[in-house]
Every structure is written in structure tokens, then in C-alpha cells.
């Protein structure tokens, strides 16, 4: 069970220095626990997604590339099509796991196509734009977690988002990401989620799909 432990355990320590201080000790044992897991997981679990809003697909018979591990979110077909599988990451369904969040509630937030997905959901729930650009952000780190493993967005895409939503504050955009610093590790052009934020973002989703 402790191969994959062992095998990415400096990787766990670096990760954790990088939180704040005082989340540095429960951020490397979170992230020891999540090793354990994904260790103990079988390579393909299907999870089934029900597609809560009623996105129509593209009408193409598109499947996810099997070239990489992880986890399948099955979508029922409609209009007499087959089933379309879309592949997850590993670590996105030990995120899914680890705070129980039910596969319908990733399909009432999210549009999963492939290696893409989308934010679907019509109301955040928050009144001001930094408290929705904030949201977004914790939305966009756990949409890259699904599909490629990591929980990063790019600079780019919350912009987008932000602008989609209404909530984009040019002069201010920055200094709303520079305020949270305990969720948001810059890394260049992108930003990756804490610890702390992922479960944050958890919380979100649930909150959202509700």
C-alpha cells in the first residue's frame, strides 16, 4: 500500500513547504493520505454522472484518449446515443472521494468533455466580484484536477470566467488573488490550490450543486 508513499514522499514534503507556515504539518499529512489512497485504488472505477442541467452534447460520438490513468465519469446517453465515458484523473477522484462529494453534484457544476471542462452553474451564490472571482478561482484549481491532475488554472482562464460571470474587476483583479494567499500559490501565469483550498472549493461544490 506504501509504494506510491515512498516513491513520491519528497514531493509531498516540497509541496507542503510551500503552504503558509501553519498549514505546512496538516498539508503533508493530507497529502501522505491522499498517496495512500490513490495507492490502494484500482485503475479504472466508473462513477456514474447524471447530467443535471441538461447540456446537449455536440452530436459527435467523442470518447476520452485511454492513454493515461484514471478514473471514468460515465454520462447516460440521450436521444437513444450511447454511452460517453470521459476520463478522470486519479487525484481527481481521490479529491471526490476524500470529501464525498457525489458524482451528480460534479455534473450540476461542471461540463466534463475529454481533457476540457466547463463551469456550468447559473447563480454563485455570492454577492460581490471578489468574493465570486474568488470562487471561480477554487472552481477552475478543481476543474484541472479532474481532467489533468493537478489543481492549477491559468491567469487567462479566470479572467475568462470572471468576465463570463460578470465579476471581472481589472484594477482589483490581482490584489483579490494576493489577499487569499493561504488558497492560491503562484506559479508564473498560473495559480495552484492549497490544501486549505481544495477543501474550500469541496465545500463550493456541494454548496453549488445543492
Avoid at 462529494?101 to 456550468?120: C, E, N, T
Avoid at 460571470?165 to 498560473?190: C, L, T, V, W
Amino acid at each position: 500500500m506504501f509504494e506510491n508513499v515512498a516513491e513520491h514522499l519528497d514531493e509531498a514534503v516540497k509541496l507542503a513547504e510551500r503552504c503558509p507556515e501553519k498549514y505546512q504539518i496538516p498539508c503533508f499529512q493530507a497529502l501522505i493520505g491522499v498517496l495512500a489512497q490513490s495507492d490502494a485504488l484500482p485503475a479504472d472505477i466508473g462513477i456514474g454522472v447524471g447530467n443535471g442541467h441538461g447540456h446537449t452534447t455536440n452530436g459527435n460520438d467523442e470518447t476520452s484518449a485511454s492513454s493515461s490513468s484514471g478514473s471514468y465519469i460515465n454520462e447516460p446517453p440521450t436521444n437513444g446515443s450511447t454511452d460517453r465515458q470521459y476520463k478522470a484523473s486519479e487525484r481527481g477522484f481521490v479529491f471526490l472521494d476524500q470529501h464525498q462529494i457525489p458524482s451528480a453534484s460534479i455534473s450540476r457544476v461542471y461540463h466534463l468533455d475529454g481533457s476540457s471542462y466547463r463551469i456550468i452553474v447559473k447563480d454563485l451564490k455570492e454577492k460581490t466580484n471578489s468574493k465570486k472571482q474568488v470562487k471561480l478561482a477554487l472552481l477552475l484549481g478543481i476543474g484541472g484536477l479532474l481532467v489533468g491532475e493537478q489543481p492549477v488554472f491559468s491567469k487567462e482562464k479566470l479572467i475568462e470566467a470572471c468576465r463570463e460571470y460578470g465579476a471581472y474587476d481589472a484594477p482589483n483583479f490581482a490584489s483579490h488573488m494576493k489577499k487569499q494567499r493561504d488558497m492560491f500559490i503562484s506559479q508564473g501565469n498560473e495559480w495552484s490550490l492549497t490544501v486549505p483550498a481544495q477543501q474550500r472549493a469541496a465545500n463550493a461544490i456541494k454548496e453549488l450543486a445543492s
